[in-house]
């Protein structure tokens, strides 16, 4: 009794029951469109209106069967979408930068944040770039780039 149950509920899910009855539109409708289109010829509706009427049933009967596919898809985006990262920028060669003997701001401040002074931007050298400026119209930058480069080696 109790798997009689189980199947009873199983087969009144509206998820499933939602699921049969959209496969079971979609095979009517195809079946309808061929079925509509040879019935339309017999009693003498016009070709081109039979194909016409035809195919257009035929291709939403078709589009009406992929919404379980395009549901499953759908659902499953979320998931994809979180497990994508983001890809970090290159670091740099600082035994290879350490031998310029001035820097531009934005390089300085891209080697401070970690990041290849070749490359794109990243929030947080923008802000150690204004940082740097601040420093610069301040008079009070010093020599820090070169404790910087010390300690990294």
């Not at 959209?22 to 081109?48: E, R």
């Not at 195919?55 to 898809?73: I, Q, W």
């Not at 934005?106 to 290849?116: I, T």
Request: with cysteine; charged share 20%.
């Amino acid at each position: 009794m109790r798997k009689l149950l189980e199947q009873f509920r199983d087969a009144f899910n509206w998820g499933w029951l939602a699921y049969r009855v959209i496969w079971v539109l979609a095979a009517t409708g195809i079946l309808g469109s061929i079925g509509g289109a040879i019935w339309a010829v017999m009693i003498g509706v016009p070709l081109p209106i039979v194909i016409m009427a035809g195919y257009c049933t035929f291709v939403g009967a078709v589009f009406l069967g992929m919404v379980p596919l395009a549901y499953r898809v759908l659902a499953a985006l979320p998931q994809v979408a979180t497990t994508v990262r983001k890809k970090e920028p290159p670091k740099p060669n600082y035994t290879a930068w350490q031998h310029l003997e001035s820097y531009e701001m934005q390089d300085a401040a891209k080697l401070w944040s970690n990041v290849d002074p070749n490359s794109a931007s990243t929030n947080d050298s923008i802000a150690w770039y204004k940082v740097f400026k601040a420093k610069v119209i301040k008079r009070e930058f010093g020599d820090c780039l070169q404790e910087f480069f010390d300690k990294r080696l």
